[in-house]
């Protein structure tokens, strides 16, 4: 089963609670986003392998590390997804970017793909996931499905927030994939939100209602 990885370092409780406050801006919002998003993308990338390398510096030889595992490509869920690529791009720059967009089929109310961009070299990449929250975990297990369909073989997903009903569709649905979240909350509420939750996080990023 996938392990869940509760982030819960003192810097992304704090911003995280600013992020769920009702009175914070759109700006405010992104920026906060943007910076927790940053903060997680450390932590996600704590188990990359190294390799040692010689390098000389100024004064002698030396034996040092870089990353040696495969490279990574960041997977953001439309819309919302959008909103953290950046804050990981800070600390991994080279990392590509695709997209995955799926809607709720109003009748079957299953998940649809509508828009799928990934990088060419897909099995080479380590993918990490990207959604501000987990809460039915319906698109989330979809969106998985669709890097798997097209060959991706690792990944991680990375959320703000997760509902415990998000966190046991993943489980269930992709066992070998981690979760990585800032904070599990009580539930979903009978229209789907988290609770307490931060609302919709899309328009709150982009300052739509
Ligand atoms: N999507 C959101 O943006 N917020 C929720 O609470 C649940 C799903």
């Known amino acids: 089963m996938g392990k869940v990885h509760i982030i819960d370092h003192p810097l992304i409780q704090h911003k995280i609670t600013y992020i769920r406050d009702k009175n914070t801006g759109t700006k405010e919002f992104r920026e906060l986003v943007d910076e927790v998003a940053t903060l997680m993308a450390f932590e996600i990338t704590r188990d990359m392998p190294l390799k040692e390398i010689e390098v000389e510096t100024p004064v002698s030889k030396a034996t040092s590390k870089v990353l040696a595992g495969k490279k990574i490509g960041i997977v953001p869920i439309l819309r919302a997804g959008i909103g953290m690529v950046d804050g990981i791009l800070k600390l991994i720059p080279a990392a590509k970017v695709g997209h995955v967009g799926l809607y709720r089929d109003p009748?079957?109310?299953?998940?649809?793909?509508?828009?799928?961009?990934?990088?060419?070299?897909?099995?080479?990449?380590?993918?990490?996931?990207?959604?501000?929250?987990?809460?039915?975990?319906?698109t989330a297990v979809e969106a998985i499905h669709s890097l798997k369909k097209r060959g991706a073989k690792q990944m991680k997903l990375m959320c703000l927030i997760a509902a415990p009903e998000g966190i046991k569709a993943i489980q269930d649905a992709h066992p070998d994939v981690d979760i990585y979240v800032a904070g599990v909350d009580e539930r979903l509420n009978e229209k789907g939100y988290i609770v307490p939750g931060l609302g919709d996080a899309g328009d709150r990023l982009f300052g739509t209602k």
């Open 107 to 138: 009748e079957t109310l299953l998940p649809v793909e509508y828009y799928l961009k990934l990088p060419s070299d897909i099995q080479d990449r380590f993918f990490i996931i990207v959604d501000p929250m987990l809460a039915t975990g319906g």
